[in-house]
């Protein structure tokens, strides 16, 4: 169910930065996982989970984004980012914020969280980034 809202998409070259906001106010003060999906708008690919956030603060990240992009919640104004830098035009795509259940693995160290796609409880419209070359 949509009912969380995003904002910060739009255009930009190759290399350049963009900043995603989600308010989250629904949430306030539950132990949920949030994140950042992003889809092909033709919807040819299936959804890919590119960051996460758990309620303790571990974060996650999908290995084409990795070191280029950066969660992260403000719990004094429910607000979840995800800023975007070195953008290239594969990171072309619907991005949508979203709130679920988590996956959880402690058989390593440190443990590895991440939202769980198949287990979201709300979810917002997405919005558009295009990054030309």
């Known amino acids: 169910q949509e009912q969380l809202m995003e904002s910060g998409g739009g255009s930009v070259q190759a290399g350049g930065s963009l900043r995603l906001s989600c308010t989250v106010s629904?949430?306030?003060?539950?132990?949920?996982?949030m994140g950042w999906f992003r889809q092909d708008p033709e919807q040819a690919r299936a959804r890919e989970l590119i960051?996460?956030?758990?309620?303790?603060?571990?974060?996650s990240y999908g290995d084409s984004v990795k070191g280029r992009f950066t969660i992260s919640k403000d719990n004094a104004k429910n607000i979840l980012t995800l800023q975007m830098d070195n953008l290239k035009p594969e990171d072309s795509a619907k991005y949508t914020c979203?709130?679920?259940?988590?996956?959880?693995?402690?058989?390593?160290?440190?443990?590895?969280?991440?939202?769980?796609?198949?287990?979201?409880?709300?979810w917002g419209q997405g919005t558009l980034v295009s990054v030309s070359s």
């Open positions: 979203a709130a679920g259940g988590c996956l959880i693995d402690c058989s390593r160290r440190p443990c590895y969280s991440a939202l769980r796609l198949e287990a979201l409880d709300a």
């Open positions: 629904k949430y306030a003060g539950t132990r949920i996982c």
């Open positions: 960051a996460s956030i758990d309620p303790d603060g571990r974060t």
